[in-house]
């Protein structure tokens, strides 16, 4: 397992660099010169002569990557230009809240994903099985802000039970978590209740069934262990999806966090600060992903046989 | 004995018929926008501002005393509109890559692999924000953003679809016959190839509406006075406490539209016979 995980870190580097590669070059990439993005308006010559020489603006891009790339790699964005402050100290006061929020949503989808896909399918074409499949249309389409928007309206507005915004108490945590979570929700209980009901219809489930193993004996301890493979996969896949939840409903909570600064970074066209969001953003994701694989090979002994045989 | 038109077999489910009914109302109202608004979407009045809905303006008004109902038909153009002219350009572009890589193979289908997988495990949202970010705020570079967001899935698709199809008769037979390869590809492997991106492809125009309206309502989008779905409700969350139905009226009809185009998407998949081209397949 430990060799598995060494390999699949190592394969997370040349994403890495492609995607660095990709952030960095937004500088470039918006129209005029870069230095203009890079610094405050009114700036004096001096100032812009540091920032060339600073970001070695005056030498051949790749040049320029290779000095970006080794300043964040220390940790040094630079100086967000709107807020006047280094884009590290910014990353630093959000990224805890956005991890706090990211992983209870995490959590919080995948045990009641779980959970309500293996009543449905226990339960299956009961009315509680149709009732969880109009929960996963609607929850897999709904867009997440307006839902947060709806949560607020009703949850903090009408019923006063949670606050309407901010991140000072835990309590701010629970509706735009719940936010986010629905979605994964929907996600993780579609996929659980396919492969159960899937694996339920094959021949070994017959035999316990015929041996007179109990009804939920041969649900939770054969279907369900069969089932978490797909749901894993799933989740390995879509870990991204869930955590990008983030982005949006931050942003609608007026929660401190990554999501709102890469927002307000973009409204004030303040790429350094951009720039470094989007590559912590993108981290998030792949380490997101690469923890949904180390699941995945965890319980798939063939997974981790197949990449150590390559 | 001939089969049942399309139609007549989307028609048989009452669900699918009931969508494509909705869809097709939407449409109509999107094309028709200036002539159907009972107001003029742009036409403020301050002393009429965040009125509930009442008998002369339906659905209220926003913090301008702008007409909601006008806004809302108005907007329909602009989230449609973008919706499924960068989704249609998405598309365009996704299969012809993953034709080519999936035809071709050799070195351009290793490099078209090796980007689509990296884009995958990335969420929508986020390769828009980064697209956004070089090329500004606006409509275009929201339509643009949207295209390459989804660039990936339709590419990857087409290109299994091209695999799966090569070792048919029809192609060994066009090949003898001496068509060249990109005859071959476009005339005899594509065709048959697309039922099943042309169905993704309505299901991510319902994606891409709500991610279209996720990037309006970031301020993102379509700018003032153009009004966008996701860009009224933006205005609204100032008016959260004093005008709800700012913000509950538009989410009603983009969730509607998704969802109905989720179910027409379903039924279309029964009618025509083939299993759902799932994103986390």
Redesign the interface.
Same mark, same amino acid.
């Given at each position: 397992m430990l060799r598995f995980t060494i390999r699949r870190l190592a394969m997370l580097l040349p994403v890495f660099l492609a995607v660095s590669l990709v952030i960095f070059m937004i500088i470039h990439l918006v129209p005029g010169d870069p230095l203009e993005h890079l610094i405050q308006v009114g700036s004096s010559p001096e100032q812009r002569a540091e920032m060339i020489a600073r970001y070695g603006l005056d030498r051949p891009l790749l040049a320029q990557y290779g000095t970006w790339l080794a300043k964040v790699v220390t940790g040094d964005f630079g100086d967000a230009i709107v807020m006047r402050q280094p884009v590290a100290n910014l990353i630093a006061e959000n990224m805890p809240h956005s991890l706090a929020l990211g992983g209870t949503a995490l959590v919080f989808s995948t045990t009641v994903g779980i959970v309500t896909g293996v009543l449905a399918a226990s339960f299956r074409d009961s009315p509680f099985d149709r009732a969880v499949m109009g929960f996963i249309l609607l929850g897999s389409t709904l867009p997440s802000f307006w839902l947060a928007l709806l949560m607020i309206l009703l949850f903090a507005v009408q019923f006063e039970w949670f606050p309407v915004s901010g991140a000072r108490s835990w309590d701010a945590l629970v509706l735009p978590a719940l936010t986010i979570g629905i979605g994964g929700t929907a996600l993780i209980a579609r996929v659980t209740r396919a492969a159960m009901v899937e694996i339920a219809s094959r021949d070994f489930v017959r035999v316990l069934q015929a041996k007179g193993v109990p009804f939920w004996r041969i649900q939770l301890r054969h279907v369900l262990q069969q089932a978490m493979l797909p749901v894993m996969t799933i989740l390995g896949l879509r870990i991204g999806w869930i955590l990008g939840g983030a982005v949006t409903v931050e942003y609608v909570f007026a929660r401190p966090g990554l999501g709102s600064l890469l927002i307000t970074g973009l409204a004030q066209r303040d790429y350094p600060l951009v720039q470094g969001c989007l590559l912590m953003l993108a981290i998030a994701v792949m380490l997101g992903t690469l923890l949904g694989d180390l699941a995945q090979a965890a319980l798939d002994p063939r997974l981790r046989e197949a990449m150590g045989v390559q | 004995m001939s089969r049942p038109s399309l139609a007549a077999r989307i028609a048989r489910s009452p669900r699918g018929a009931l969508c494509a009914l909705f869809l097709a109302a939407l449409v109509l109202c999107a094309i028709f926008a200036p002539w159907i608004a009972p107001y003029d979407y742009a036409a403020q009045k301050l002393a009429m501002a965040n009125t509930p809905p009442s008998a002369a303006h339906w659905l209220g008004t926003d913090e301008f005393g702008r007409d909601l109902l006008s806004r809302l038909i108005q907007g329909a153009r602009t989230s449609l509109s973008v919706s499924v002219l960068s989704i249609a350009l998405s598309m365009m572009l996704g299969a012809t890559l993953g034709a080519a890589a999936g035809y071709f193979g050799g070195l351009f289908d290793k490099v078209v692999t090796v980007v689509v997988d *990296?884009t995958?495990? =990335?969420?929508e949202?986020?390769l828009a *924000? !980064?697209l !956004?970010?070089?090329l500004?705020?606006g409509l275009h570079s929201t339509a643009i953003a949207i295209a390459i967001a989804y660039l990936a899935q339709f590419t990857r698709l087409t290109r299994s679809q091209v695999l799966a199809l090569q070792g048919e008769l029809f192609v060994d037979a066009a090949v003898t016959a001496g068509a060249r390869p990109a005859r071959v590809l476009f005339l005899h492997l594509l065709p048959n190839a697309m039922t099943p991106v042309i169905v993704a492809g309505m299901l991510a125009t319902?994606d891409a509406i709500?991610l279209e309206?996720?990037l309006g =309502? =970031? &301020? *993102?989008g379509a700018q003032p006075p153009i009004p966008s779905w996701?860009g009224m409700?933006s205005s609204g969350?100032a008016q959260? =406490?004093i005008a709800?139905w700012i913000?509950?009226f538009p &989410?009603l009809v983009?969730?509607t539209t998704?969802?109905a185009i989720? *179910?027409f998407g379903d039924a279309l998949i029964e009618a025509l016979d083939i299993r759902r081209p799932l994103r986390?397949g």
């Open positions: - | *990296l995958w495990s =990335f969420p949202i986020l *924000l !980064i !956004i970010a070089i500004g705020p319902g709500v309206a996720t =309502f =970031f &301020g *993102l996701g409700m969350t959260i =406490f709800p913000i509950i &989410g983009i969730a998704v969802i989720n *179910l986390d």
